[in-house]
Each structure stands twice: as C-alpha cells, then as structure tokens.
C-alpha cells in the first residue's frame, strides 16, 4: 500500500510503503525504464542483483526488485 512520496530524482521516486501482509513500512523506488536501450537495462538489472549482496549496517538494505508495465521497482529499507 503506497503511503507517501518521500523523495524524487533523475531515475524516478522513491515512496514509503506499508506491506500488506507483514505490515513492516519500506522504501519502493519506481524507475522508468521504457526508454532504456536494451544494453543499459541489463546494466541496471545488475546493479540491483548486486544490491542484494550487500550486507553492512552502513548501507540501505535491499529487500526485493521487480518489472512491473513500464517501471522496475527497488524495495528496501525504510
């Protein structure tokens, strides 16, 4: 469930969201990537996979990542 938009850039905005399941509060990033030839799209695409490696408590955990219409969405910590 989107809550709010809590911020917004060049590569899209970023929404606090509430689960619906878990109920836990996260951060959705929503990207246009419509535009995107086909080469830059698998260069992001691998920079999300290697979000998820990334495990420090001085970095935003990532949760989850997904294709949806138009728009690559980036879930992680609120």
């Known amino acids: 469930m989107k809550l709010s938009a ?3 850039g060049g590569f899209g905005t970023v929404y606090k969201v509430k689960h ?3 109920k836990h509060l996260y ?4 990207v246009l990537i419509n ?3 086909e ?4 260069r992001v695409y ?3 996979r290697n979000l998820g490696a ?3 408590e001085y970095c935003v955990q990532f949760y989850n990542s997904w294709p ?10 609120f």
């Open 46 to 48: 691998k920079e999300v």
């Open 6 to 8: 809590i911020g917004s």
């Open 68 to 77: 949806e219409d138009k728009h690559l969405y980036i879930q992680m910590e």
């Open 27 to 30: 951060a959705v990033k929503r």
């Open 39 to 42: 080469e830059y799209l698998q």
């Open 35 to 37: 535009d995107f030839s």
């Open 20 to 22: 619906r399941i878990d």
């Open 54 to 56: 990334v495990r420090s």
